[in-house]
Structures are given as structure tokens and as C-alpha cells.
């Protein structure tokens, strides 16, 4: 269906922005703040203006944009298709009631050579009016803007006072259609269809299909959140799983008072399903948009560094990466689980900050084919973004190859490369100068950490973490603080990037046992003297005065 609007009805609009818009530095994923502040002020406004007056190729450009459905999804799709066209973009290609997943907005960006992207989402966190909202900007390869744009967008937004736009009435975009605005061509279409076939050419459906009707119950979590309708089509449209199988399905704007994060606290009424009770084989779930992914067996939690590098030790079992993997990365507070598959394959293992963005250079250049990071996320080179549904199937597809349970294939993983017990210490909400004052006190104790006894072990390395980028040669410094003891055991403790009240404090603890050592420990008591080292030596119950922390997982 085509609408047309006459193009003489447009009035050019630049409006003056009273407030001084400051301080809006994207984070790991984007910028993100509450519903109420990108409510306010222009405020969404200001930073869209930064994003066109910054991005290469808008003039002309193919414009992809899309969100997880939160509560102020569709008016900020009808904001920025206002100031798309003011901006000169040839065509906006948004998605049926602006639903569109991270992973399927990275391969729409790819498919139709975008410009780039704008992503309506605060990730993991929570939505609706006293929740969070957020906006990634993502560039022509379809990952997160690199490091230069993102600084370059955080300088326009120092010194703006205006925006462009015109006058627009509300679009309809419930079915697909293109409307004709000016110059510009506004494309609705389909969300789900392309990233599910995109999807079938990388697994096999029906091997799948047969492993799951044949007495493999699974049950998907989608939180209320973006995954609802990809899932639906993909695990039980195509893959024949039970009606049902997929839980909190519909998206909506406040993720039903979920907090989209798929973790053992956040997703507990799946955890408890799959660890409690015997009903299903398989459980998985994602964040708000889609990217992230938790798997769970029966009485089985698979740890996110522990999946990515199952997944690799396993990629031949999937028809795309039967051929072999380039390499593979992780994050660096990630554990080294995937390094010791990667030296047995006979491939490079990498090591990056956090965030995503920091993949894209080594999947374009083909460096690698698979990545990951201990928060949830696992992708690979058929997108720019970590993909939750996708690690979802890869998951199945190994599976339904071994004709085995996610304990059986943890165990035998174990046994075969040993096991890095792993654990991340969250606490969330602490006052912003406090944890400052924690970090900076810890960061210069540092130098005199080596050599000495941490946990009864020697410091090798302690340091704030720096990162040379070995395509572009780019430097990022102050990625995280890491303690490095003479076992290979570590701690990591940095700031996110992605909370908004307070600061959140991650503590990252790991520790290998070779596969003739015990490897049925409770992960919590194997890192036990790591807790206790890192908390006394950087005081973090006495300073932030939480005795536990809010999140472990
Ligand atoms: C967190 C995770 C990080 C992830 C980022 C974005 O960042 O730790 O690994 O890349 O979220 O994920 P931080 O700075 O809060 O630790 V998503 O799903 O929010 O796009
Ligand atoms: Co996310």
C-alpha cells in the first residue's frame, strides 16, 4: 500500500532549544536516562540533532529505525521521522508498530546498505514512564557507533541550540505501507521476516524441529519485551515447539513491571522452572531488546563465558560455521573458558573493553568469526550486534547434534578443557561519590599489589585495563581495573556505563580448575577467597555499606 502526502503542506522548522543540553556522553550501549528526562526539555530532540548533523551520508542516506517497544517507542519513531526529513534522508525503513529487536535492526542496517540506525531502547532496563529509555546509534556496518563517532556526536551536543524539523501528523505504521513525506520515502515493514530468514540460513530449522517434538520441552521467557513476536514465529510457528512455549510474548510499553534483564534474579520464575522443577529440558530468555540471552538447562544455569565458549568448542555443529571459525573475542572481564578452546582449534582469541562496539573491527576484517561477553551477550560475523535468539538456536542446534542435555554437554566440556569458575558481583544504586572514591582508592593501590599475596596467591598483574584496537591502531584507556594472580585466577571490578541511578559497581571474580581437579563445586564457594580478598582490600561492604551484593550471578 502506498500513501502520499502533499509535499507543499511541509514547513521547514528550526526551534530553538532553551535549555542548555550538556553532558549527554553515550555509555557502552548508547544514551541512556529515564522516561521523564528524554520527556523533557527537547531532550530527545537535542540529541537526534546531533546524530544527523554528525553521522556520515544523511543527506541522501537510508535510515533504519526501530525500538523494543517501551513506553515512548512510537512517538520518538514519529520525532525522528519528522527531523529524518528535515535532515534531507532518502527513506526511513521502520518496522509495524516500531518493533524492531537489536540483532534484526543490525541486519536491516546491513541488508538495505543503511547509513546506519537508531535504536529505540534502554537495553536491560527497566521501561515505562518511571522507567528508562534510551537511543543507540548504530553506523553503515549495522554495530554500536565506534568510539570516534560517538565522541564526535557528545561534542555537537555541547554547543547546540536549535534542532531541524517539520510538521508532521501522527503516521500510521500498524500495517506495512510506504508514505511519501517531501522528498523522503518512509518504508514500513515487516520486522520479524528478514531476521527470521536470515536465521534459517544459518541453522538447520528441521533438524532442530525433529530434536524438540521428540519429548525435549522447552520454555522462552521474553519478558514482556521485544523477543515476544521473533520467538513466537521462530520456536513454535517454524520449529513446531508447543503453544506456549513462549512466555510474557506480547511487548509491552512498561515490559508488564518486568525488568528485562535475563539473569537468575531478574528472570527468576523461568530459573525456578528449569532449576526447581523437572517440567522442561531447555529454558532461555533475552533482554528488552533482544540482544542478550540467558540459557538454562534442567537444574542447569549455563554461565555466559562458559556459553560462548561451548559455543565455539561446538561451532561445527552449525551449518554456517561448519567450515571453521576466523578467531574469536570476548570482553575482558569475560573468563578466559574461550581462550583455552580457541588454543585447542588452533585460532586467535582477542581480548576488548566492554561494549560491543568493540567487535566491529575484527568481524568486518574477518579476524573473527564468533564473540562474547560475560553480561548475557554471544553473537557472531552474520550481524554487528550480540544476538539473543540466535545463541538461543545455536544452542538447540548443538543439542539436537549430541542428542544430549545442557548438563551433559557442561559436564563433558568440563572434563575435556576444565572449568573457570566465574561469578559477577553487582551492586547497584550506590551513591555516585562513593563508588568513585572506591574505584580511584583501589586504582592508585594498585602498583603495590605486585608481587604480593592476594588470597594467599602472588599478584602477577594489577592495572587499569587499555586496549589497542589492532585494525584501526585506536587507544581506549581506563576499561577496568584487574587483579591477575599467578594461577590465573582474577578480579575485575569497573563502573558501568549503562545504570542511571547511582552508580553500579561490577565485581568480576574467576578461577580455573584443570580437568582432573573439582569440578562439581558451587561456583559462589570456589571463588570464595577471591570475595573475601577483594572486599577487604577495597572495602566495599564498609564503603558502600551493602553487605551483599544486589545482583550475582
Ligand atoms: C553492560 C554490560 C556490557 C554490555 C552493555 C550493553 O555494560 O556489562 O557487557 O555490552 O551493558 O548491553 P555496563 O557498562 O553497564 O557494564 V545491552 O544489552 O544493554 O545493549
Ligand atoms: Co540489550
Known amino acids: 500500500m502506498s500513501f502520499s502526502l502533499n509535499s507543499s503542506k511541509i514547513d521547514f522548522l528550526k526551534i530553538k532549544i532553551d535549555e542548555a543540553f550538556q553532558d549527554q556522553k553515550p555509555g557502552t550501549s548508547g544514551l541512556r536516562k529515564s522516561t521523564k528526562q528524554f520527556l523533557s526539555n527537547n531532550y530527545l530532540q537535542s540529541f537526534v540533532e546531533a546524530i544527523f548533523k554528525t553521522l556520515p551520508g544523511v543527506n541522501g542516506g537510508i535510515l533504519i529505525l526501530g525500538g523494543d517497544g517501551r513506553f515512548g517507542n512510537k512517538k520518538a519513531i514519529e520525532v525522528i521521522i519528522a527531523m529524518a526529513v528535515a535532515h534531507g534522508i532518502s527513506r526511513i525503513i521502520t518496522t509495524v508498530d516500531g518493533i524492531l529487536s537489536t540483532p534484526a535492526a543490525s541486519n536491516l542496517i546491513r541488508k538495505h546498505k543503511a547509513i546506519g540506525g537508531i535504536i529505540l531502547s534502554a537495553s536491560h532496563n527497566p521501561g515505562g514512564q518511571d522507567g ?4 543507540k546509534v548504530n553506523g553503515p556496518n549495522g554495530g554500536p557507533a565506534s568510539e570516534s563517532l560517538t565522541n564526535e556526536i557528545y561534542s555537537y551536543t555541547k554547543h547546540i541550540d536549535s534542532y531541524q ?6 503516521l500510521d505504521i500498524s500495517i506495512p505501507s510506504e508514505i511519501l513525506i517531501g522528498k523522503t520515502v518512509v518504508e514500513v515493514v515487516d520486522g520479524i521476516e528478514d531476521y527470521v530468514a536470515l536465521m534459517q540460513e544459518i541453522f538447520d530449522f528441521e533438524k532442530i524441529s525433529c530434536f524438540i517434538k521428540n519429548n525435549f520441552p522447552i520454555a522462552f521467557d521474553a519478558l514482556n519485551a521485544v523477543t515476544g513476536p521473533y520467538a513466537k514465529k521462530i520456536l513454535e510457528d517454524l520449529l513446531g515447539a508447543s503453544a506456549g512455549t513462549v512466555r510474557n510474548g506480547i511487548p509491552l510499553e512498561d515490559f508488564g513491571g518486568c525488568h528485562p534483564d535475563p539473569n537468575l534474579t531478574y528472570a527468576k520464575d523461568l530459573a525456578d522452572l528449569l532449576l526447581k522443577s523437572d517440567k522442561y529440558s531447555f529454558g532461555a530468555a533475552c533482554d528488552g531488546d533482544g540482544d542478550r540471552n540467558m540459557i538454562l538447562g534442567n537444574q542447569c544455569f549455563v554461565n555466559p563465558s562458559d556459553s ?46 566492554t561494549g560491543w562496539k568493540f567487535f566491529g573491527n575484527l568481524l568486518d576484517s574477518e579476524k573473527i568469526t564468533l564473540c562474547g561477553e560475560e553480561s548475557f551477550g554471544t553473537g557472531s560475523n552474520h550481524v554487528r550486534e550480540k544476538d539473543g535468539l540466535w545463541a538461543v538456536l545455536f544452542w538447540l542446534q548443538i543439542l539436537a547434534e549430541k ?3 545442557v548438563s551433559d554437554l557442561m559436564k563433558e566440556h568440563w572434563s575435556k578443557y576444565g572449568r573457570h569458575y566465574y561469578s559477577r558481583h ?42 589497542q584496537d589492532p585494525i584501526d591502531h ?7 581495573l584487574r587483579i591477575i594472580l599467578e594461577d590465573g ?36 564457594r570456589a571463588l570464595s577467597a577471591l570475595i573475601t580478598a577483594i572486599d577487604q582490600l577495597a572495602e566495599i561492604t564498609k564503603r558502600t555499606g551493602m553487605d551483599k551484593p544486589t545482583v550475582i550471578t
Do not use: H
Request: overall charge negative.
Open 132 to 135: 528508562d529509555f534510551g537511543v
Open 165 to 170: 524539523t517539520i510538521n508532521l501528523d501522527a
Open 308 to 353: 560462548l565458549a561451548v559455543l565455539t568448542a561446538n561451532a561445527n555443529c552449525v551449518p554456517a560455521y561448519a567450515k571453521g571459525l576466523f578467531g574469536v573475542a570476548r570482553s575482558m572481564p569475560t573468563s578466559s573458558a574461550v581462550d583455552v578452546v580457541a588454543k585447542e582449534l588452533g585460532i586467535n582469541c582477542y581480548e576488548t573493553p
Open 403 to 405: 542428542q544430549c542435555s
Open 426 to 467: 553487582d551492586y547497584e544504586e550506590v551513591d555516585l561519590e562513593i563508588a568513585n572514591n572506591l574505584y580511584t582508592n583501589l586504582e592508585a593501590r594498585l602498583p603495590s599489589l605486585i608481587n604480593q599475596n592476594f588470597a594467599g596467591i602472588k599478584v602477577c598483574i594489577a592495572d587499569n585495563f587499555k586496549y
Open 474 to 480: 585506536s587507544l581506549t584507556d581506563a576499561q577496568g
Open 489 to 524: 585466577s582474577r578480579v575485575v571490578l569497573r563502573l558501568s556505563g549503562t545504570g542511571t541511578k547511582g552508580a553500579t559497581l561490577r565485581v568480576y571474580l574467576e578461577n580455573y580448575v584443570s580437568p582432573d581437579g573439582d569440578l562439581a563445586q558451587d561456583p559462589q
